[in-house]
């Protein structure tokens, strides 16, 4: 399966700025997402990323808040912007890809990103 | 939209005892997986299950995919305490590729 790595492993910022998290693939990958897990919850999905095209976002995230590169087919980045405490989370992107152990392709995750915002 | 419930949310066991987990759904679901997480980390895939009734094991761990494709169990033998974690059942909705998660069942080992 792909190896996907994230920076920053986590980070303190303060309300009102912004944070910029990379995921980088060791692979091409074709579908990428980016998910949100806030304390002691389950994932939820924030947006597709795919290389060419604009993010496709979930109901309840936008774009002006979460804008999200995908320059090329290893690598995505999701800003989350104008921080407030409400946003301090673990940020998690994951990659579609194949594994010899899964018959279909699956989706492979990085290690996250854990975001505390003051 | 579709929703995946997990039960129990939390689990406490002595090592070497089994476990079971289960997940509903409240719509029908063509593939169910099976992630872990472990803290500080990003969900793990465990097992994919394919086809309704489909059994299938990876190791201690042995899940099904219901005959409804509205649930799954997980079931892991002889707890050790390297499965501690956060279980999360998945499935994709339907007609594309992006995933809904589960609740989560956090197993805790007692020493």
């Known amino acids: 399966s792909a190896v996907i790595s994230q920076k920053p492993s986590r980070d303190i910022c303060q309300r009102g700025t912004s944070l910029t998290i990379q995921c980088q693939v060791d692979?091409?990958?074709?579908?990428m997402f980016w998910y949100r897990q806030q304390p002691g919850q389950s994932l939820t999905l924030i947006a597709t990323?795919?290389?060419?095209?604009?993010?496709?976002?979930e109901s309840g995230f936008v774009i002006d808040k979460f804008p999200i590169s995908r320059p090329n087919l290893t690598f995505s980045t999701l800003t989350v912007s104008n921080l407030s405490p409400e946003d301090s989370s673990i940020y998690l992107c994951?990659?579609?890809?194949?594994?010899?152990?899964?018959?279909?392709?699956?989706?492979?995750f990085g290690p996250g990103t854990r975001l505390t915002v003051l | 939209g579709q929703q995946l419930n997990q039960s129990p949310q939390s689990m406490f066991i002595q090592e070497g005892e089994d476990v079971s987990m289960n997940c509903t759904s409240s719509s029908i679901f063509n593939t169910w997986l099976w992630y872990k997480q472990e803290p500080g980390e990003g969900p793990v895939l465990l097992i994919a299950?394919?086809?309704?009734?489909e059994l299938t094991s990876n190791g201690r761990l042995t899940a099904q995919f219901g005959i409804t494709r509205k649930d799954s169990f997980l079931n892991i033998s002889a707890s050790i305490p390297s499965d501690v974690g956060i279980y999360f059942c998945a499935g994709p909705n339907f007609g594309n590729e992006k995933l809904t998660f589960g609740t989560g069942t956090r197993l805790t080992i007692i020493p």
């Open positions: 990323a795919n290389q060419g095209s604009e993010a496709t976002y």
């Open positions: 299950l394919y086809k309704a009734g």
């Open positions: 994951s990659v579609e890809a194949t594994s010899g152990a899964f018959l279909y392709n699956e989706q492979f």
């Open positions: 692979s091409q990958v074709t579908m």
